[in-house]
T-cell receptor
Framework: DSGVTQTPKHLITATGQRVTLRCSPR?????VYWYQQSLDQGLQFLIQ???????AKGNILERFSAQQFPDLHSELNLSSLELGDSALYFCASSLVDRAEQYFGPGTRLTVT | AQTVTQSQPEMSVQEAETVTLSCTYD???????LFWYKQPPSRQMILVIR??????QNATENRFSVNFQKAAKSFSLKISDSQLGDAAMYFC??????????FGQGTRLTINP
């Protein structure tokens, strides 16, 4: 158990819908990262938050957004969902920059 | 852009034997960090080992060790005394400059009993 929690574990929804994925980092970690793992794209970095502020952005679509709340939990919002958004979405956390990142169990999103 | 390459899509090894997974990376930075992550069938991403580029000594964690060749930009993972529970996808990753992890495409390791 990494100490990072993600909910829900599984999500099935239809195209065009909007979903919210939630992540709670390990106790004491200030950084939260979101990654997408799909069959054809591998593991891709989406976005990082540090202590409530956006720190770095990767290949995140405009239909996706995220935020980190004062209690340090984070949410990833995916809207106007397409079939290609079906993937495993991971949240990871770290204490400081360049430290090892610990991953949550992931949320498996299926768009039908 | 930083890249990480794993040239072995699949590897297999007999239980109790040793196997080495290869990884190369590209960087123009002098300060960076390298990692190996394991992803078993449960899909959980588990940190196996970490190496700081400024350290000459190769990292070791129990049966797992790395061979870090900085000049060659190579970072291989050696698993000794392979166990059935080692069967998984193994991802090599790096952090350079920015904070994001860049992953290789993974190597699927099978352990034969």
């Amino acid at each position: 158990d990494s100490g990072v929690t993600q909910t829900p574990k599984h999500l099935i929804t239809a195209t065009g819908q909007r979903v919210t994925l939630r992540c709670s980092p390990r106790s004491g970690d200030l950084s939260v990262y979101w990654y997408q793992q799909s069959l054809d794209q591998g593991l891709q970095f989406l976005i990082q938050y540090y202590n409530g502020e956006e720190r770095a952005k990767g290949n995140i679509l405009e239909r996706f957004s995220a935020q980190q709340f004062p209690d340090l939990h984070s949410e990833l919002n995916l809207s106007s969902l397409e079939l290609g958004d079906s993937a495993l979405y991971f949240c990871a956390s770290s204490l400081v920059d360049r430290a090892e990142q610990y991953f949550g169990p992931g949320t498996r999103l299926t768009v039908t | 852009a930083q890249t990480v390459t794993q040239s072995q899509p699949e590897m297999s090894v007999q239980e109790a034997e040793t196997v080495t997974l290869s990884c190369t990376y590209d960087t123009s930075e002098s300060d960076y960090y390298l990692f190996w992550y394991k992803q078993p069938p449960s899909r959980q991403m588990i940190l196996v080992i970490r190496q700081e580029a400024y350290k000459q000594q190769n990292a070791t964690e129990n049966r797992f060790s790395v061979n870090f060749q900085k000049a060659a930009k190579s970072f291989s993972l050696k698993i000794s005394d392979s166990q059935l529970g080692d069967a998984a996808m193994y991802f090599c990753a790096s952090i350079q400059g920015a904070q994001k992890l860049v992953f290789g495409q993974g190597t699927r390791l099978t352990i034969n009993p």
